[in-house]
């Protein structure tokens, strides 16, 4: 137990159907981060909030849609989404941005686009 | 950013120490050391951070040189539960730091 809590675990979506991932921190935590990890390949950073505003978009597509509606939670709405984006989406905190101390992830949601 | 190299892959034996080492030359003077465990299908954990010489906690220990261009993350007496990618990360406090994950190295502990 991390203090990380992502659901659903395991998400199965079409590629029109619109889903969206929940994660939320019990930690008190300032910052909030989504990282993709799709098979055999590194971490892929895709979106950081600091106190609720979005300070970092590494190029992510616009089928994904982040949504940070206080320090505590972080949403990434899926839509029209391709089976190259199945993977694990992990989402993570950390005290504060810049803050080099320990980040805290989640469990991760399992996402698989037919 | 400092880059960092480790190997891509390492295999040990159950019982054996594992030390895992990652080159990373343009480390700035502020720059902290940062490794993180990962499991399959598990969001990386926190293992160790360090700024130079050795720090040691319950789980591993980590050997920084004097010019900090590498260090050495130390598992004592691997087992099987140990199998998982590790990842160093280098980065400095401040409001630009934004943890980067490279590809890490892939520790098989064998019986």
């Known amino acids: 137990e991390t203090g990380v809590t992502q659901t659903p675990r395991h998400l199965v979506m079409g590629m029109t159907n619109k889903k969206s991932l929940k994660c939320e921190q019990h930690l008190g935590h300032n910052a909030m981060y989504w990282y993709k990890q799709s098979a055999k390949k590194p971490l892929e950073l895709m979106f950081v909030y600091s106190l609720e505003e979005r300070v970092e978009n590494n190029s992510v597509p616009s089928r994904f849609s982040p949504e940070c509606p206080n320090s505590s939670h972080l949403f990434l709405h899926l839509h029209t989404l391709q089976p190259e984006d199945s993977a694990l989406y992990l989402c993570a905190s950390s005290q504060d941005l810049g803050n080099t101390g320990e980040l805290f992830f989640g469990e991760g949601s399992r996402l698989t686009v037919l | 950013l400092a880059k960092t190299t480790q190997p891509i892959s390492m295999d040990s034996y159950e019982g054996q120490e594992v030390n895992i080492t990652c080159s990373h030359n343009?480390?700035?003077?502020?720059?902290?050391i940062t490794w993180y465990q990962q499991f399959p299908s598990q969001g990386p954990r926190f293992i160790i951070q360090?700024?130079?010489t050795k720090v040691t906690n319950e789980v591993a220990s980590l050997f920084i040189p004097a010019d900090r261009k590498s260090s050495t993350l130390s598992l004592p007496r691997v087992s099987l539960s140990d199998t998982a990618v590790y990842y160093c990360?280098?980065?400095?406090?401040?409001?630009?730091?934004?943890?980067?994950f490279g590809r890490g190295t892939s520790l098989i502990v064998h019986p």
């Open positions: 360090g700024y130079k």
């Open positions: 343009n480390i700035a003077t502020n720059d902290y």
């Open positions: 990360l280098v980065g400095k406090p401040g409001g630009s730091y934004i943890p980067t």
